[in-house]
């Protein structure tokens, strides 16, 4: 057997025996409570074939039970095009809003980078603001923001770039600040203009920099939408967990929990993917 | 001193390219001020290939960098063509070659080549043109495509070489190019270098503390003092051109202006270690 094989059937096995713990643990309690920790308490973590049977009524695959809707059938139209309880809805509101904070979270964290860290007499000035407001926890202002801007998109949004945009800023400026002096000069003395210096030097290399901030930056943007939500909103994935969670509905909750972790998987890969192109001139992105 | 520093009868006719006078840089360094060059003095005329010779610290690249406008003398002045040079102020028709690998990393090597001429807004095609033979020139061919990162160090210095040579400078700055490269290719850099400057006659500025790769290449030799760097002499270098890098090393003429040169040089290396 080759070893990845194996590893695969290792995490294949791992995978199997927590989700038999998940779904039988609790059934063992009343004969041997010393050894089923309250962890396994179906009130709080519900169970498997609950979470299962939860997802395939939110995602309208059984609206009602006993009955399977196929994806293109009437049933299910019908089903998906409410706005309540509809998985796919608030999934699509949650990525939507996650990627209006991510791209402007990043395009205005890189522009201030930039901005500051290239020009020194900017980046003193603006020095104690920049540490005053980065040492407010951004989560905090979320209930500010739904305030100002709403229980609508615009509110997730602006909670999801606020935690986007320092992350990015931060790692901007810098890369900025750290790009090699020879460069700048070798594409002087090569005739550039102070223009030409930033658009094919001062920007190039801090791409490097930017793109090591993007990975942990996509993540941030679904935890500002998320946190958003769970303060106030009509719909999105926040939402339901809220709504479950009001309703002692822990299979809800799950169900959930794991569209992020698969949307949160998604987000990583397509933004590592786009990363290992766009710095292919790295040796380690080389080969690939 | 003054006249050991001027150019050979033969090249008098040619006009002058670079005058320095009286030049001299001094530092502040921990509080303390440290005098880098001191009133250095000297012309390269037209077609010239002229090297500055000295230990490390001697001020030899101090000397180039000021010439190239990246740094500002503390007095003294430099003309190129008879106009005094401006610190941050290229002049157009200066090309400069670093010791260390300053080719963009996220350039492909023909990206690289031709980035001075992207700069000063040539057209693709002239581009392409242009950069295609600078690479058949220097045996790049094949790897116009690749990035630094995944070439040689004397194929990285070849590229680095082209992209200033590309945009034809007739003054041509170069501090210690090839200083990190190992023996073998640093002689096959000289034969690169001869080849070209033998066709173009560019007036060449080089720094070194390689008293083998100045008398190979150059047509004068300046030699700097240790700290504080000063013109300690000046040498003629008379071998005929073309010159074959490998084979000129074996004439005894060789061996004589070395010998000279190396016991002039060896003192200001001494002077070097102990300060």
């Given at each position: ?21 998940w ?10 409570p ?36 196929m ?21 699509f ?6 990627f ?19 020009s ?27 305030l ?55 920007i ?11 990975t942990?930056?996509?993540?941030f ?51 590592q993917?786009?990363?290992?192109y ?11 | ?9 033969q090249?008098?006719?040619?006009p ?10 001094s ?6 001020r ?42 003294g ?35 690289n ?57 007739e ?29 173009e ?57 070395f ?17």
């Amino acid at each position: 057997m080759s070893r990845p094989l194996s590893t695969l059937a290792w995490q294949v096995a791992i995978v199997a025996v927590l989700l038999a713990l998940w779904q039988w643990a609790w059934s063992l309690k009343p004969y041997a409570p010393w050894a089923v920790p309250d962890l396994f308490d179906p009130y709080f973590v519900s169970r498997p074939s609950e979470i299962f049977e939860q997802f395939l009524r939110l995602s309208c695959l059984q609206p009602k039970p006993g009955e399977l809707a196929m994806p293109g059938g009437t049933a299910f139209s019908a089903c998906t095009a409410r706005y309540e309880n509809n998985l796919w809805f608030a999934t699509f509101v949650t990525l939507r809003n996650t990627f209006f904070g991510f791209l402007t979270g990043v395009t205005s964290g890189v522009v201030l980078g930039l901005l500051l860290g290239r020009s020194p007499r900017l980046a003193e000035i603006a020095s104690p603001f920049v540490t005053a407001v980065n040492s407010i926890p951004r989560i905090a202002l979320a209930p500010i923001i739904i305030l100002a801007f709403g229980i609508g998109d615009a509110s997730k949004i602006a909670t999801s770039w606020i935690v986007v945009v320092f992350l990015v800023f931060f790692n901007t400026f810098e890369g900025a600040r750290s790009v090699d002096p020879d460069y700048v000069n070798a594409s002087r003395l090569l005739g550039a203009s102070e223009w030409q210096i930033t658009r094919t030097v001062i920007i190039p290399s801090t791409m490097a920099w930017v793109f090591a901030s993007l990975t942990p930056a996509v993540s941030f943007a679904l935890i500002g939408v998320i946190v958003g939500e769970f303060i106030g909103a009509e719909f999105g994935i926040g939402r339901l967990i809220i709504e479950s969670e009001a309703r002692g509905e822990a299979a809800g909750m799950m169900v959930a929990v794991f569209v992020l972790m698969i949307v949160g998987i998604a987000l990583s890969a397509g933004i590592q993917r786009m990363q290992s192109y766009l710095l292919r001139w790295q040796p380690r992105h080389q080969g690939r | 001193m003054l006249a050991l520093a001027e150019p050979p009868a033969q090249a008098a006719l040619a006009p002058v390219r670079v005058d320095v006078r009286g030049l001299s840089k001094s530092f502040a360094l921990h509080g303390r001020r440290i005098d880098a060059v001191e009133d250095v003095s000297f012309t390269v005329r037209q077609g010239e290939f002229v090297s500055l010779l000295g230990p490390s610290g001697s001020g030899k690249s101090t000397v180039l960098n000021m010439i190239a406008t990246l740094l500002a003398p503390t007095g003294g002045s430099i003309l190129i063509d008879g106009k005094a040079v401006v610190p941050g102020r290229t002049t157009p028709q200066v090309g400069y070659v670093y010791q260390k690998d300053t080719l963009f990393p996220w350039r492909t090597v023909a990206d690289n080549i031709g980035y001075g001429l992207e700069l000063a807004g040539l057209s693709k095609a002239e581009r392409h043109e242009r950069v295609a033979r600078a690479v058949a020139r220097v045996g790049l061919t094949g790897f116009e495509a690749a990035y630094p990162a995944s070439l040689s160090g004397g194929m990285r210095q070849r590229a680095s070489l082209m992209r200033t040579l590309v945009r034809e400078p007739e003054i041509l700055l170069m501090d210690e190019p090839f200083g990190a490269l190992d023996t073998h290719t640093k002689l096959d850099m000289h034969d690169v270098l001869l080849k070209i400057w033998e066709r173009e006659k560019q007036t060449v500025l080089f720094v070194t503390h390689d008293l083998g790769e100045a008398l190979t290449l150059s047509d004068r030799i300046i030699l700097f003092s240790a700290r504080p760097g000063r013109i300690k002499d000046c040498f003629e270098v008379p071998f005929p051109r073309p010159r074959d890098g490998v084979a000129m090393r074996e004439t005894p003429e060789y061996a004589a202006l070395f010998s000279r040169i190396w016991h002039a040089l060896g003192e200001e290396f001494k002077k070097a270690r102990k300060s």
